[in-house]
């Protein structure tokens, strides 16, 4: 039997993992995608033994996609150089929907052109509300 001061702290910790999750998405759902992204990110290195893997990577590949939709700011370049250094980046070619990120992610952070099929590709995995709308 767990000790009931271990069950409230995990209780502690889930919910705070739970808010600062449901916090980025707000922020992502709101277009405030560089605020979004750090989110996103710090949520993805939360070292904690009840989380899966696949969950965290999840996660940084949101972090990818928000900071692929910010706007260009100092702090956009920033979160973009952590991305790109991520020793988990190269992990986000085996999730489904973020097949193409490590190559956009690659083509922004260098501020080199990105071929068009490359665009389409990466258009597909967004969500409704990260569609420009014209």
Avoid: P, W
């Amino acid at each position: 039997m767990l000790d009931t001061g271990k069950e409230a702290t995990e209780l502690v910790i889930a919910l705070q993992l739970r808010y600062r999750s449901t916090q980025a998405q707000v922020l992502d759902g709101n277009r405030k995608f560089i605020d979004a992204s750090l989110k996103y990110y710090e949520l993805s290195r939360v070292t904690n033994q009840s989380i899966v893997a696949e969950d965290l990577l999840q996660l940084l590949g949101k972090a990818v996609t928000c900071v692929i939709l910010g706007k260009i700011s100092v702090q956009r370049l920033r979160i973009l150089s952590m991305l790109v250094n991520d020793s988990r980046i190269h992990d986000l070619n085996t999730l489904d929907g973020y097949k193409t990120h490590l190559y956009v992610l690659s083509k922004v952070y260098k501020q080199q052109i990105i071929a068009e099929d490359d665009i389409v590709e990466f258009e597909k995995s967004l969500d409704s509300h990260q569609k420009a709308v014209s």
